[in-house]
């Protein structure tokens, strides 16, 4: 770690602590995806935080997260849910599902988490076929390759008004390289460039730099077709 890497966690670090941006059912969901050895790749508590906000400053009664990990974001948008509101998430791996399943359980929050266990551009063709939604709020935070595939379902089980959120947009700045052929970069350019010819969506992109490095967001709200 870079001596300005250790700054901008030191950062994040106070930020956590000052806000109390976590708590005992937060850590032991993190420390239980560690001990089953899933990727440390969850977002930080500030990212959750921010996530628990924005569902509860759109109003959502229902939410979409494509890519549930072991569920500390899921803990996070269940947690700003209404009542009788629910959150539907997605995952590829059993095992991490298993994971997030306990720690949605000790946060008291599988009441209101659907995980749907597959491939997630089966499972969005399921929920289309289904009728569910429309949405209020999607979170997108899995395979970068598909980001252009699942900005496509999101939106047709969106409304107007339903907030879109992807994650990790910046990849240390590789975003920028058009001659990249990381499967990742090459997604996140194509959801970005989509967005931003998508009439229906207004839209934004923020750069973060803290504990999870230099990456960033970009946050959308569906219009009228």
Not at 21 to 45: E, F, H, R, T, Y
Not at 111 to 123: H, K, P, S, W
Not at 167 to 186: I, K, L, P
């Amino acid at each position: 770690m870079t001596e300005a890497e250790a700054e901008a966690a030191a950062v994040d670090a106070w930020f956590a602590d000052t806000l109390a941006l976590s708590d005992p059912a937060l850590d032991a969901a993190l420390a239980a995806n560690v001990d089953a050895g899933l990727p440390a790749i969850d977002v930080s508590p500030a990212q959750g935080k921010l996530l628990h906000l924005l569902a509860r400053m759109a109003g959502a009664r229902r939410i979409l997260e494509i890519g549930t990990l072991g569920g500390y974001s899921t803990i996070h948008l269940a947690r700003a849910l209404p009542e009788g509101g629910r959150v539907t998430t997605l995952e590829v791996d059993p095992k991490h599902a298993e994971t997030a399943r306990a720690n949605l359980a000790r946060a008291g929050m599988a009441e209101r988490v659907d995980i749907r266990v597959g491939r997630a551009l089966d499972t969005l063709a399921a929920l289309e076929a289904e009728g569910a939604g429309p949405f209020d709020l999607v979170f997108v935070d899995a395979d970068k390759p598909s980001n252009p595939h699942y900005l496509a379902s999101a939106l047709r089980l969106s409304r107007p008004g339903t907030v879109l959120i992807f994650d990790n947009v910046v990849r240390e700045g590789a975003v920028v390289d058009a001659a990249s052929t990381d499967a990742s970069v090459v997604g996140t350019r194509a959801v970005i460039e989509t967005i931003g010819r998508e009439k229906r969506l207004t839209a934004t992109a923020i750069q973060t730099l803290g504990v999870k490095g230099w990456d960033g967001f970009a946050l959308a709200i569906v219009g009228e077709a």
